[in-house]
């Protein structure tokens, strides 16, 4: 087609039946039934997914013989297929996501900087029980990236741009990835940084899938501010950020009945405001130490005992934890050997410090690292398979038809 093309507006290419796009990549041809034994071509470069590929389980197949192509576009409507349940024993499991901020990809000892391995050892320490994503990608700077992994849609549908306090980025009639675990059975949970935009009161975390909010809205401000939020109201607490966020999450944890039967699985979003400037540590850190590595050492304490909790009370076994940085680092981080640097869309920019770990990593892949592109868009499909839901969210009513030859977008 020569660039990319959407059949609808969805977080995948339900409808394309071939494509050579400028990168030349292709990385995975499937027969899909639920588009009537068509062919998908999932094209992970480009940063799409399909039903038979599941986000981030990358699956490499023969291709099936070349039927003619049938006319473009295809006729609405497109039924999806019905969910297909996950290839796991039960029970579905406890999903931690968590994105560290402003993280450059050198300054974790997971890949290579063992001077911080002091400061970063719980983090490194999961990271190598799990899988070391090599070549995880992101957007070049923090908004963007945020709400991609929200809504499993790239920037192209939710803008490049930085979102404010009181912009409208994230579109109400799309489903969060907190509204799809929430419909089946999940508790939900956001401990962190917003910075996607909160025009209304519909915007805010509890109105959009999630059950507790503990947080701040903007993209930086002070680590001992009292200017945050609970729930759907402002919130007064002058605790060092890490420790704030860090203390809501092991509360959760703690209080969580796992011997219960019936008790609900969990989905934790908990994104770090550490190491974002301004370059505040907790003030327990010696003042003649460097600053970034006592913030780095602050949230790494609170993911050990996160870690720790988890095994105590027997759920580690049936726990997924997604880690990654939002961008590359920027000013004191360290993205080495990597060029450039948040806000720019070099390697440094983009290819983010990321791993999966927890006990539901199957044994085999524990310990490995993974050299294949993956996007953090890619994560809410995968999230969403491993929950057992429906990965798709096509609008109920199609997109209006673009003229290429005026493809401005028109609010």
Wanted: neutral net charge; aromatic residues 10%.
């Amino acid at each position: 087609l020569g660039n990319s093309y959407e059949g609808s507006e969805s977080n995948r290419l339900s409808h394309l039946k071939m494509a050579v796009f400028p990168s030349g990549i292709l990385l995975a041809v499937q027969t899909s039934a639920d588009i009537h034994g068509e062919l998908v071509v999932c094209v992970f470069e480009r940063r799409y997914t399909c039903n038979q590929c599941y986000g981030a389980a990358l699956r490499l197949s023969s291709p099936p013989s070349m039927a003619p192509t049938p006319a473009w576009p295809p006729t609405p409507p497109h039924v999806p297929a019905a969910p297909t349940p996950p290839p796991f024993a039960a029970p579905r499991p406890h999903v931690f996501v968590v994105i560290q901020d402003d993280l450059g990809h050198d300054d974790v000892a997971f890949n290579g900087n063992d001077v911080n391995l002091d400061v970063t050892g719980n983090i490194t320490r999961l990271a190598a029980e799990g899988i070391i994503l090599g070549r995880h990608y992101v957007h070049w700077h923090c908004s963007p990236t945020r709400r991609t992994f929200l809504t499993g849609r790239l920037p192209l549908h939710h803008s490049e741009m930085l979102s404010g306090v009181a912009t409208d980025d994230i579109d109400l009639r799309w489903t969060t990835i907190g509204q799809k675990l929430k419909s089946v059975g999940y508790k939900t949970y956001w401990f962190g940084k917003g910075h996607t935009g909160y025009l209304s009161v519909n915007h805010l975390p509890l109105q959009i899938g999630f059950d507790m909010f503990t947080g701040f809205l903007g993209g930086a401000e002070d680590h001992f501010s009292i200017n945050r939020f609970q729930g759907n109201f402002p919130y007064s607490d002058p605790s060092y950020s890490a420790d704030l966020y860090g203390r809501r999450a092991l509360e959760t944890v703690n209080v969580y009945n796992s011997s219960s039967a019936d008790a609900a699985p969990l989905f934790f979003y908990l994104p770090w405001q550490n190491v974002h400037e301004p370059y505040q540590a907790p003030k327990t850190w010696p003042s003649d130490q460097d600053v970034l590595r006592g913030m780095l050492h602050a949230s790494d304490q609170w993911m050990g005992l996160l870690r720790t909790s988890l095994h105590d009370k027997g759920m580690w076994n049936t726990t997924v934890l997604f880690y990654s940085a939002d961008n590359g680092g920027v000013n004191r981080g360290s993205n080495w050997p990597l060029r450039g640097e948040k806000h720019t869309n070099w390697e440094g920019g983009m290819r983010a410090a990321a791993f999966v770990s927890g006990g539901f990593i199957p044994p085999k892949l524990r310990g490995t690292r993974n050299k294949m592109v993956f996007h953090i868009a890619d994560w809410y499909t995968t999230i969403c398979h491993l929950a057992g839901v429906s990965g798709v969210d096509d609008p109920p009513v199609a997109p209006l038809p673009v003229d290429p030859s005026n493809p401005q977008k028109v609010r």
